[in-house]
């Protein structure tokens, strides 16, 4: 039987949940992501982005890192979480972009949006993330 054909009949819940985070804003920043399988987390990943950058843009750097992860790895439904209602708002469209900065990465996350068959993101508070926020700050740490 096929993967797809599989997951259609145990309805697999995959949730990926990001954060960014930036000392300075801008100022050393770095992005958190995980990926989740039915509360399990099977991939995460912290990457340093940059020595002047805001928090805004880890946030969407964040998203973005999880979102091709995803791809790769051929989920088709996704829930996504994060603590940045600006990131959150700006993704579903109730928010416009205003910021040049956010344009190019904003528009990465749009495009890899049309991969998915179903996606959501929803905003949740910071102790909902913690895990995302500590691989945020593990990026800084380390560069």
Not at 6 to 30: M, T
Not at 61 to 68: A, E, I
Not at 95 to 117: G, H, I, P, R, T
Request: glycine share 6%.
């Amino acid at each position: 039987m096929e993967i797809e054909k599989i997951e259609e009949i145990i309805d697999l819940k995959y949730l990926l949940r990001f954060d960014g985070a930036s000392r300075g804003n801008p100022g050393k920043a770095g992005a958190g992501a995980v990926l989740y399988l039915d509360n399990h987390e099977i991939w995460s990943t912290s990457t340093y982005i940059d020595k002047k950058q805001t928090n805004n843009y880890a946030e969407y750097v964040g998203v973005l890192v999880g979102l091709r992860e995803a791809i790769n790895r051929g989920i088709r439904k996704l829930n996504v979480e994060g603590d940045s209602m600006l990131v959150v708002k700006q993704l579903t469209g109730e928010w416009k972009v205003k910021s040049d900065n956010l344009m190019n990465v904003y528009n990465k996350c749009m495009d890899l949006k049309s991969e998915f068959d179903e996606i959501t993101f929803s905003h949740i508070y910071r102790d909902k993330n913690s895990r995302a926020d500590e691989l945020a700050n593990l990026a800084i740490d380390s560069n």
